[in-house]
């Protein structure tokens, strides 16, 4: 057995043999008050209870900005210089690349990095608001096969007439005339 063979089993086997470990020892959620300092932050690293791309992002976007500011800044000074056989020498200067460079590859960059992060907050606000929520809502405690509608009021539709007698508009619903002519 070669040697890159010995390792990838050995690390396979390893890799079981410590998550089994983990899942047992470290991650239940009963046994984290009673884990150290160092085996808590593995627990919740694990457990996911902090987003660690966050971070990661963050770290790379500073990094690329950086390295375009710079980058940018030396290709500004940069001349390129070319010799030809069979005619006169030319020169051509990146300074216009290093200044676009050094302005709009931040902007970018940060226009990118803000819509990964802008996903990410998303998150961990819906997370912050599952948490508030209550497991079940007082809403509507009832099931749904004991829901029964509320009663339709009647809509009052009134009925208007004009007493012949005296020429009055009265709601027929109501009664006669209300001047008391008898209508025929």
């Given at each position: 057995?070669?040697?890159?063979?010995?390792?990838?089993?050995?690390?396979?086997?390893?890799?079981?043999?410590?998550?089994?470990?983990?899942?047992?020892?470290?991650?239940?959620?009963?046994?984290?008050?009673?884990?150290?300092?160092?085996?808590?932050?593995?627990?919740?690293?694990?457990?996911?209870?902090?987003?660690?791309?966050?971070?990661?992002?963050?770290?790379?976007?500073?990094?690329?900005?950086?390295?375009?500011?710079?980058?940018?800044?030396?290709?500004?000074?940069?001349?390129?210089?070319?010799?030809?056989?069979?005619?006169?020498?030319?020169?051509?200067?990146?300074?216009?690349?290093?200044?676009?460079?050094m302005i709009f590859g931040p902007i970018v960059i940060?226009?990118?990095?803000?819509?990964?992060?802008?996903?990410?907050?998303?998150?961990?606000?819906?997370?912050?608001?599952?948490?508030?929520?209550?497991?079940?809502?007082?809403?509507?405690?009832?099931?749904?096969?004991?829901?029964?509608?509320p009663a339709v009021q009647e809509t009052y539709v009134?009925?208007?007439?004009?007493?012949?007698?005296?020429?009055?508009?009265?709601?027929?619903?109501?009664?006669?005339?209300?001047?008391?002519?008898?209508?025929?």
């Amino acid at each position: 057995m070669g040697y890159m063979a010995f390792v990838t089993v050995f690390s396979i086997v390893a890799a079981v043999v410590c998550t089994i470990l983990l899942f047992v020892l470290v991650l239940p959620a009963k046994k984290y008050a009673g884990l150290n300092k160092f085996f808590k932050v593995v627990a919740d690293i694990f457990n996911m209870r902090q987003l660690l791309i966050e971070r990661i992002l963050k770290a790379l976007y500073v990094f690329l900005t950086l390295e375009c500011i710079i980058s940018g800044f030396f290709t500004l000074f940069y001349v390129e210089s070319s010799q030809s056989i069979w005619g006169p020498s030319s020169t051509k200067w990146h300074g216009l690349e290093g200044l676009v460079l050094m302005i709009f590859g931040p902007i970018v960059i940060r226009v990118i990095f803000e819509f990964m992060m802008l996903i990410i907050k998303l998150v961990e606000n819906t997370n912050e608001i599952n948490k508030k929520i209550p497991a079940q809502s007082a809403v509507n405690t009832q099931p749904v096969e004991n829901y029964t509608a509320p009663a339709v009021q009647e809509t009052y539709v009134p009925n208007y007439r004009y007493c012949t007698k005296c020429g009055t508009k009265y709601d027929a619903n109501l009664g006669g005339c209300p001047n008391g002519c008898s209508d025929d």
